[in-house]
């Protein structure tokens, strides 16, 4: 079973302090990677791909470790309005020989950003 | 940047009934588009591919007969929910990826939440 696999948390966090968290696949063959937040109730929002140089995107940076299997966030100088659900996402592909594939999402990693 | 829609946002009704759920991509054509549910406090799971002018493929456990999958356009995919029962309320939510892009970023509808009485 392809799985993703993540720390529910919540994570309770002052404002400004700097998180991190982690997540592993099971599937060595994942092609891409992604971090999605999603605020209650809400859709997913594209947060980040992550690439195996490691990509930085203002106060956020992802890293793959692809030996590991494992995929980081972290969040600096973390806001209130980072509250949100981190859903750890990837791409399996190579299933069905081309074209665009489903994602596999893990469950979220809850962050709670305090005043 | 790239938006798909969906249509009801929520929708209420009584154990079996069929609702329709509409998913559009606005501004870029989908050849393909991605149905799943998320039921409360667990993760998106993928429902079905849809493929336009072809059959949809349907993960394991989902059920054909009961999810209707039409891709009719590059633009509109819709899901019916047959004959549903309280079991089938959920958040159902959509995704595209846009035929032109050079990745293959997904990019979600606002869902569309079920509850079936």
């Known amino acids: 079973r392809k799985e993703v696999e993540q720390d529910p948390g919540p994570f309770n966090v002052p404002e400004g302090a700097t998180v991190a968290f982690n997540c592993t696949y099971s599937n060595s063959a994942s092609q891409s990677f992604f971090w999605y937040r999603q605020d209650c109730r809400k859709e997913p929002k594209l947060l980040m791909s992550v690439y195996s140089s490691g990509n930085e995107d203002g106060r956020f940076t992802a890293q793959l470790n692809r030996a590991s299997q494992y995929i980081s966030l972290l969040i600096r100088d973390s806001k209130l309005s980072d509250s949100a659900t981190y859903l750890c996402v990837v791409n399996q592909g190579g299933d069905s020989g081309g074209g665009a594939d489903g994602l596999t999402f893990g469950k979220g990693t809850h962050l709670i950003i305090q005043p | 940047g790239a938006v798909v829609s969906q249509h009801p946002s929520w929708v209420i009704c009584k154990s079996g009934t069929s609702v329709k759920i509409e998913c559009r991509s606005l501004?870029?054509?989908?050849?393909?588009m991605f149905w799943y549910r998320q039921f409360p406090k667990q993760s998106l799971m993928l429902m079905a591919t849809s493929n336009e002018g072809s059959k949809a493929t349907y993960e394991q456990g989902v059920e054909k007969d009961k999810f209707l999958i039409n891709h009719a356009s590059l633009t509109l995919s819709t899901l019916t929910v047959t004959s549903a029962h309280p079991e089938d309320s959920s958040f159902y939510i959509c995704s595209a990826t846009p035929d032109s892009g050079l990745t293959d970023t997904q990019y979600f509808g606002p869902g569309t939440r079920l509850t079936v009485l």
């Open positions: 501004d870029f054509q989908a050849t393909t």
